[in-house]
């Protein structure tokens, strides 16, 4: 995937609930944009997602990856994405890792 085509960052669904733990953000959501319509996007921060529902599909680095449910995510700083459910409904708890926390390398999955 690559950071050309990407959007700016920005958290895809319906968030219930949004807590601020120091320096990390927390976000609990469901997913409500069809994997069709999900648009390539990056995040300045890391972002630690762990899907709460079955079927959440990992897509960045040019792979794909579908998990059974309960999976944990991590996308490193700057990471061209576009993570979603198979289909709408899911729910997510996404935390932010600042920058300046936050691992730059290693494999995001």
């Known amino acids: 995937m690559t950071a050309g085509r990407a959007q700016p960052a920005r958290l895809f669904?319906?968030?219930?609930?949004?807590?601020?733990?120091g320096a990390?953000?927390?976000?609990?959501s469901r997913a409500t944009v069809p994997k069709e319509q999900l648009p390539e996007h990056i995040h300045d921060d890391g972002q630690i997602i762990l899907a709460m529902d079955p079927g959440y599909l990992w897509?960045?680095?040019?792979?794909?990856?579908?998990g059974a449910g309960?999976?944990?995510?991590y996308n490193p700083p700057g990471t061209v994405h576009r993570d979603c459910f198979f289909n709408v409904g899911g729910r997510f708890l996404s935390i932010a890792v600042p920058r300046a926390l936050a691992p730059e390398t290693g494999d995001p999955i």
């Open 24 to 28: 990390f953000t927390c976000t609990l």
């Open 59 to 66: 897509r960045a680095f040019d792979r794909d990856a579908q």
């Open 70 to 73: 309960f999976d944990l995510v």
């Open 13 to 21: 669904g319906t968030h219930f609930r949004k807590v601020e733990a």
